[in-house]
């Protein structure tokens, strides 16, 4: 474990001790173990930690009110990807000589409540007290394992550390964790950058993370293989047409090597990823001769009617005219009939351009 910098050391005059897990100690800390009684789950002691910080400050961040595992399904689990966020963990301590300007200066501030009201949910510990600090050492192992281990002083509050779904595929992590987190203030120097924190070169670090997080989730969202085992080209190929809400467009041309040695494969894929949108209502197929040739299996459509049940139209869009060619036709017609058979509320319409 490296020492502290000497600008640390210079300023806090104080016995720092580490124990066998990495987690730092100093003689500074209050040891007040009857906190533990008092506060002895997460939820008490952040309502003690805002009612307090709400006397001494006109207007502060919303606090996620719940343990620190809610605030992370609270934030990644919904239903939709525009209204997922990650988490921002705040680590207090009264000691730190920065965390009295941190708040009345930068989280405090309009701008910076904003944007964390509108991206984040945030997620609140206050290590001021010992006892405090050993339970979000227990919290972190319990959540993240000894994979992200952090060394939870008072010379580096105020801390804020992102959180994030662990990101798809992503090789040499841990399989016990489900998150990646990300270091972005410690005292008043932003992580990333190594500049000196003020409001707006924190305001851009958080948009830089959601950003960050927004393509996580879109990568996610994609990530087929995992949820799956679908044919790895073939989910390429598809996802780069897929819009995530109710509608979706796929435009398929040549395909690659894997309609080539197995004809039927690129339709059972495609129903499989369909059927895995929810609230899927609008489908348009936008294809030629030989991409067609490749959706007209009638019991694929069967199987995508009986479980995509909002379903409303779906279009098949032909970027030529295959209207002389009998045997597609009636291959159509057959489509068409199962689709009005199995879904009778379903309008499918067949265009040439």
Same mark, same amino acid.
């Given at each position: 474990?490296a020492?502290?910098?000497?600008?640390?050391?210079t =300023? $806090?005059?104080?016995i720092v001790t580490?124990?066998?897990n990495g987690v730092?100690?100093?003689?500074e800390s209050?040891?007040?173990t009857?906190?533990?009684?008092e506060?002895?789950?997460?939820v +008490?002691?952040? =309502?003690?930690?805002y009612?307090r910080?709400?006397? +001494?400050y006109?207007?502060?961040p919303v606090?996620?009110m719940?343990s620190?595992? =809610?605030?992370c399904?609270?934030a990644?689990?919904?239903?939709?990807?525009?209204? %997922?966020?990650?988490?921002?963990v705040?680590i207090?301590?009264d000691?730190?000589s920065?965390?009295?300007t941190f708040f009345s200066n930068?989280f405090?501030?309009?701008s910076?409540?904003?944007c964390?009201?509108?991206n984040?949910?945030?997620?609140?510990w206050?290590?001021?007290?010992?006892?405090?600090?050993?339970?979000?050492?227990k919290?972190?192992?319990?959540?993240? @394992?000894?994979?992200?281990?952090?060394?939870?002083?008072? +010379?580096r509050?105020?801390?804020?550390?992102?959180?994030?779904?662990?990101?798809?595929?992503k090789?040499?992590?841990?399989?016990s964790?489900?998150?990646?987190?990300?270091s972005?203030?410690?005292?008043n120097?932003?992580?990333?950058?190594?500049?000196?924190?003020?409001?707006?070169t924190?305001?851009?670090e958080?948009?830089?993370?959601?950003?960050? $997080?927004?393509?996580?989730? +879109?990568?996610?969202s994609f990530n087929f293989?995992r949820?799956t085992g679908?044919c790895?080209d073939?989910?390429?190929?598809?996802?780069q047409y897929?819009?995530?809400?109710?509608?979706?467009?796929f435009l398929?041309?040549s395909m690659?090597?894997?309609?080539?040695? %197995?004809?039927?494969c690129?339709?059972?894929?495609?129903?499989?990823?369909?059927t895995?949108?929810?609230?899927? %209502?609008h489908? %348009?197929?936008?294809t030629?001769k030989?991409?067609?040739?490749q959706?007209l299996?009638?019991?694929e459509?069967?199987?995508?009617?009986?479980s995509c049940?909002?379903?409303?139209?779906?279009t098949?869009?032909?970027?030529?005219?295959?209207l002389q060619?009998n045997?597609? @036709?009636?291959?159509?017609?057959?489509?068409?009939?199962t689709?009005?058979?199995?879904?009778k509320?379903?309008?499918?319409?067949?265009?040439c351009?």
């Amino acid at each position: 474990m490296a020492d502290l910098e000497s600008d640390f050391t210079t =300023e $806090f005059k104080h016995i720092v001790t580490i124990d066998n897990n990495g987690v730092e100690y100093d003689d500074e800390s209050i040891d007040d173990t009857s906190s533990l009684d008092e506060y002895e789950n997460e939820v +008490q002691s952040i =309502e003690h930690f805002y009612q307090r910080f709400n006397q +001494q400050y006109n207007d502060c961040p919303v606090f996620f009110m719940g343990s620190l595992q =809610e605030a992370c399904q609270a934030a990644f689990n919904a239903s939709t990807i525009k209204d %997922r966020r990650p988490v921002l963990v705040y680590i207090h301590h009264d000691k730190s000589s920065y965390s009295d300007t941190f708040f009345s200066n930068i989280f405090c501030s309009d701008s910076i409540i904003e944007c964390l009201l509108e991206n984040y949910i945030v997620w609140p510990w206050d290590i001021t007290y010992e006892s405090n600090r050993n339970i979000l050492k227990k919290i972190w192992e319990e959540i993240f @394992s000894d994979q992200f281990a952090i060394i939870f002083s008072y +010379q580096r509050c105020p801390m804020l550390i992102g959180i994030m779904p662990r990101p798809a595929g992503k090789k040499g992590w841990l399989i016990s964790s489900e998150y990646k987190l990300e270091s972005i203030l410690e005292w008043n120097m932003l992580t990333r950058t190594q500049e000196k924190l003020n409001r707006e070169t924190l305001k851009n670090e958080l948009i830089i993370f959601k950003k960050e $997080f927004d393509d996580n989730e +879109q990568n996610l969202s994609f990530n087929f293989i995992r949820k799956t085992g679908f044919c790895w080209d073939i989910i390429l190929y598809i996802a780069q047409y897929l819009s995530v809400n109710d509608s979706v467009n796929f435009l398929l041309g040549s395909m690659n090597s894997c309609d080539k040695h %197995r004809k039927s494969c690129l339709l059972p894929t495609l129903i499989k990823l369909i059927t895995n949108i929810t609230n899927i %209502r609008h489908i %348009r197929l936008i294809t030629n001769k030989h991409g067609l040739n490749q959706l007209l299996y009638e019991d694929e459509w069967k199987n995508l009617v009986n479980s995509c049940h909002n379903l409303k139209t779906l279009t098949f869009e032909m970027t030529e005219n295959i209207l002389q060619n009998n045997q597609l @036709s009636k291959k159509l017609l057959k489509i068409q009939n199962t689709i009005h058979y199995f879904g009778k509320t379903i309008k499918f319409r067949f265009i040439c351009v």
